[in-house]
């Protein structure tokens, strides 16, 4: 079987990619496991010193890297780009501030020394969407590497292009091999993996539905989780705003991404008075 990457704006066909078998699913597993196992033991400072030079490459190839985004998923350019920048800036943020995010947390009890320590879990499984093919991925794996975490992505085949960029990306900015990899397998698979030992955690975002299924999955095999899932965001407008703004603001809102964001306007929730004014301006 074979991901299709299709161009929603034509129709076309960008890609196919070939779905990992059983045992490639295997070899990648255990590839993180070895890679993690050193990655943990190697110094923060050399950590960071690739976070930063990933944070370079985004910065040069985000032309190439938002007219991928673009085609696989459909916003506009300048959109996409925006999102390349803003992963550039948000690798940079965690290279800035792991050491003190990661200090230990040392709190006063009756015992002689007590603290919080931070340490590596082993391997992180992100499942994620394909509204942001490269930020929804980066603001998870960054800070897991960052950690001394290994990685294994399961994103929206419909952004496999993407996925497969990130990974080379990580590779090319110094990451070990086999520490950040891509996982081109069906959803069925899912449940197999994080049911895996060598599995330590798993985030998603995605639907409510699709949340609620990893959280028992996940505890199921007493595993962490992390979940950012669906909303049905209200935007209110009050007899007193000015319709104008509002309807312009509204507009944005509920269409920005190409009207593919998690806190994009679900819901119009109008002054009755206001009602009319407001819909014809917004239709402008």
Known sequence: MSFISTNPATGNIISRFKEHTKKETELKLAAAKRAGNAWRTVP?????????????????????????????????????IAEVEKCAWATEYFAENAERFLSPDYVKTDASESFVSFEP???????????FPFWQVLRYAVPALLSGNAALLK????VSGCALR??????????????????LIEIATIPAVIADHRISAVTLTGSERAGSIVASLAGKAIKKSILELGGSDPFIVLADADIETAAHTGARARLQNAGQSCIAAKRFIVARQKEKQFTELLRR
């Open 44 to 80: 923060l400072l050399t950590r960071t010193r690739c976070a930063m030079k990933l944070a370079l490459l985004l910065r040069k190839q985000k032309h190439e890297l938002g007219l991928l985004a673009t085609l696989e998923m459909g916003k506009p350019i300048r959109a996409s």
């Open 121 to 131: 879990l082993g391997i992180i499984l992100g499942i994620m969407p394909w509204n």
């Open 155 to 158: 994103h929206a085949s419909t």
């Open 166 to 183: 990130t990974e080379a990306l990580f590779r090319e900015a110094g990451f070990p091999k086999g520490l950040f990899q891509v996982l």
